[in-house]
């Protein structure tokens, strides 16, 4: 007689465990499939807002289980006076999304981005830095040749960047006939120092010297000893 009063009471619990996980799981949220990417870019040298910077994200997706190598192409995006560039894309199997500097006059640059940020929220935040680009042309000539013991040595003192530069070797040129050129990139806005000896007649001079190399122009160098 217990045990036919004990089996109701069971059915009961387990109707009520089985109705509260039906209406738990029933209001759980779905992801957002509306993705938006804010970025702010910065200023390398001055940390300020930089404006009229293009930029391009891209994406490597997995179809069918299979990776597909390449990335492509996500949108593109300029940013605005205060810094700010807006992707907004749908939610797809990524296995991550890199992040373009394209702009001519800036060093470009790539930021990975991992799709996991995308989890907690649909709107995800990132900043990067615009790092300024100019072009010096550099020509060395002997106008004033003595012999060919006439010498030149030249080197430019461009701080440590992660970008492709202007060389800092010291380079050497001899003789009477010396007319050489050529063209480098510079973090720009800044004066480029550069140090060069001469010597003629067995006598040396030393130079120690600056240029001022804006931003998306190219600035000539001309050393006529």
Known sequence: MKHALRTPWRIWVLTLVIAASLASSGCRPE???NLT??????????GNPAS???????????????????????GSATSDADGTALFF?????????QLNLVSTDWFPRSDFIQPDAFL????????TEATPRGTVHIRLVNTYPVDEEDKIQFRTLN???????????W?????????????????A????????????????TEHLDSLWVPRGELTELLIAY
């Open 31 to 33: 992801p957002d499939n």
């Open 37 to 46: 990417l804010h970025v702010t870019v910065l200023h390398a040298d001055t």
């Open 52 to 74: 009229d910077i293009d930029l391009e994200l891209e994406r490597r997706v997995l179809e069918n289980g299979v990776l597909n190598g390449n990335y492509q192409p996500v």
């Open 89 to 97: 894309f749908n939610r797809v199997n990524a296995l991550d999304y």
């Open 120 to 127: 907690a929220s649909s709107e995800v935040e990132h900043t």
């Open 159 to 169: 701080p440590s960047s992660e970008y492709l530069t202007c060389s800092n070797d």
């Open 171 to 187: 380079e050497t040129h001899m003789g009477t006939e010396v007319d050489v050129e050529h063209t480098c990139d510079v973090e």
């Open 189 to 204: 806005d800044r004066y480029l120092p550069y140090r060069y000896h001469v010597t003629r007649n067995g006598e040396l």
